[in-house]
């Protein structure tokens, strides 16, 4: 069964910095492309970045300039640089992935919890 473990949430202060990580199990994690996605209380799901097999990049338009996706395909791993962080940006972060670029063929793991706030 796949398996994705996200971790490297936390609380922190506006304008802070956190790393995301997503490590992948039981499935070849080369040939999928990635995505991290949110979901805010009383908020729906939301896209925030893809990483395609190839490693082109595409971000919500709110974060575009604070946060970078990118994949180590030796470690399974994705991982989300999170920079200038606001108060908006607090969610509960998952990671999923597919064959093709935003689909989610997985299912979804425990997530982690990023807190912005002062």
């Known amino acids: 069964q796949v398996q994705l473990v996200e971790s490297g949430g936390g609380l922190v202060q506006p304008g802070g910095s956190l790393r995301l990580s997503c490590v992948a199990s039981?499935?070849?994690?080369?040939?999928?492309?990635m995505g991290w996605y949110r979901q805010a209380p009383g908020k729906q799901r939301e896209l925030v970045a893809t990483?395609?097999?190839?490693?082109?990049?595409k971000y919500l338009d709110s974060v575009k300039g604070r946060f970078t996706i990118s994949r180590d395909n030796a470690k399974k791993t994705v991982y989300l640089q999170m920079n200038s962080l606001k108060p908006d940006d607090t969610a509960v972060y998952y990671c999923n992935g597919g064959l093709k670029t935003d689909a989610t063929e997985f299912d979804w793991g425990q997530g982690t919890q990023v807190t912005v706030s002062s």
């Open positions: 990483i395609t097999q190839g490693s082109t990049t």
């Open positions: 039981r499935f070849i994690f080369a040939i999928y492309a």
